[in-house]
Each structure stands twice: as C-alpha cells, then as structure tokens.
Nanobody
Framework: QVQLAESGGGLVQAGGSLRLSCTAS????????MAWFRQAPGKEREFVAA????????NYADSVEGRFTISRDIAKDTVTLQMNSLKPEDTAVYFC?????????????????????WGQGTQVTVSS
C-alpha cells in the first residue's frame, strides 16, 4: 500500500496559479503512476491529470489541457500539479491517487476505478 499526502491548496483569484504537491511513501511508490482527481461540492470526483511511473507519459482531462501540468520527481517521490489560468470552475478538493498497477511505460488511466490509494485531499478555491 502507498501512503499519499497532498499540499499546496489555497485561495487564488481567477487567472492566477497554484502548485499542488503529492508525496508518496510505501511499497513501490517510486515506480507507480500517480494522478490527480478533484471533487466539487455536489459533484462526482473527476479525473484531472496523471503521469506514468517513468514520468514520460501524461494524461489530462480536456477541461485542464493546456492550463495544468503534471510532473514527477522520482528521487523525491513527489508528483506536482502546476495549475495556471485558474477558473472559478476549478474550485474543488483535489486528491492525489495511486493506481493498482505501475503503468510505468504505458499511458496512465483516467478511470477512477484504476486507483486504489488516495490522499486526504487539499482545497483549491478560485474566486471570480
């Protein structure tokens, strides 16, 4: 099992930027793909972005493509989500997630069912 801890959430005005970090520990943490999901009040948890175990492949939701960038530092067991040009509709609790498989050389999945390990979440609020 992998333990995940998010940090970096906060309040920002529309058009601003935030950087979220997820630190992983535990078995196989360094070779596993990692993803970010988010959940707004009254809505389902949705996929945001994911990076493969190797760090070379990424996957983004259409709603954040071109604005958000996911990356990983394997040596530090950390995955970062750089969020630019934030919009009020980006307001949500953001969760870091680890999958059942490593997806080391294959594109990381967007399906929530592929992920078994979850962090506690960090709040991101974008004001208009």
């Amino acid at each position: 099992q992998v333990q995940l801890a998010e940090s970096g959430g906060g309040l920002v005005q529309a058009g601003g930027s935030l950087r979220l970090s997820c630190t992983a520990s535990g078995r196989d943490a360094t070779i596993s793909a990692m993803a970010w999901f988010r959940q707004a009040p009254g809505k389902e948890r949705e996929f945001v972005a994911a990076v493969s175990g190797s760090g070379r492949l990424t996957n983004y939701a259409d709603s954040v493509e071109g604005r958000f960038t996911i990356s990983r530092d394997i040596a530090k067991d950390t995955v970062t989500l750089q969020m630019n040009s934030l919009k009020p509709e980006d307001t949500a609790v953001y969760f870091c997630a680890g999958p059942r498989r490593s997806y080391y050389y294959t594109p990381p999945p967007a399906a929530r069912s592929a992920y078994t390990d979850w962090g506690q979440g960090t709040q991101v609020t974008v004001s208009s």
